[in-house]
């Protein structure tokens, strides 16, 4: 690689994403399935993007495949330099569901990756209007999605236009019914409908005790994480 800005990994899935700053014409994001990060060979100085950049360095001669980047894009003025970001995995907004989110520090352009199955392609958007030297992305314990930038020292929520979910997400230690377990201490009601997100994911060595009864209708999702402790000591009643 030449320059990683921002790496980390889907908390979901486990894959592993990078921001890679570019030399002279491309900036880049990379990614890679778990499974197969070991040894990965993105490809500098050989390749910028998916251009050569010099054949001279050692292209060949044994080295593993090159891994080419899912989204490469060109450094134009102010375009200069991809910021490595965070798989959007919480459950408010639809739009974001599943997708990669970066951004370039001095265009303020956002880019949303994912890949199409149906095509086989990965796939990008852009935001353009957005704010300038974004230096870093993160997600709270709901998984939402908050970016801060370095010339105002700013903190920004990261939202999306389109359907906005209603969510409820477990996030702490024992009972379903305490406020303090949930994510902005708002217990979900008795019966949950209208497209409503309940959602189980216990911080670290958490356990979720449903203590109370519990209705989940048929328009809305009931979604334990991978991963999380859930007991159910009381009646749940999922109705399909």
Known sequence: MRNLFRWG??????????????????????????????????????????????????????????????????????????????????????????????????????????????????????????????????????GELFAVALNAGTLYRVTAAGQVNTTYVFTGNGAWSLATNWAGGVVPPATVSGSAYVVVKPRKGGICNLDVMQTILLDSYFVVEPGAQFNINSNLNLIK
């Not at 890949?115 to 990008?124: E, G, I, N």
Request: some cysteine; glycine content about 12%; hydrophobic content about 35%.
């Open 9 to 142: 990994f889907d908390r979901i899935k486990g894959d592993f994403w990078i921001g890679d700053v570019g030399q002279e014409n491309f900036e880049e994001f990379n990614y890679r399935p778990m499974h197969t990060v070991a040894g990965a060979n993105f490809g500098w100085r050989c390749y910028e993007g998916k251009n050569v950049f010099n054949a001279s360095v050692g292209c060949g001669g044994g080295l593993p495949a090159f891994v080419f980047p899912v989204s490469p894009y060109m450094t134009q003025n102010p375009a200069a330099s991809a910021v490595g970001g965070v798989v959007y995995r919480g459950y408010t907004y639809e739009a974001m569901k599943g997708y990669y989110i970066g951004a370039d520090y001095y265009s303020g352009i956002f880019y949303k990756i994912k890949y199409d199955s149906l095509a086989m392609v990965w796939t990008t958007a852009q935001q353009t209007l957005s704010p300038t030297a974004i230096a870093d992305f993160g997600e709270n314990e709901a």
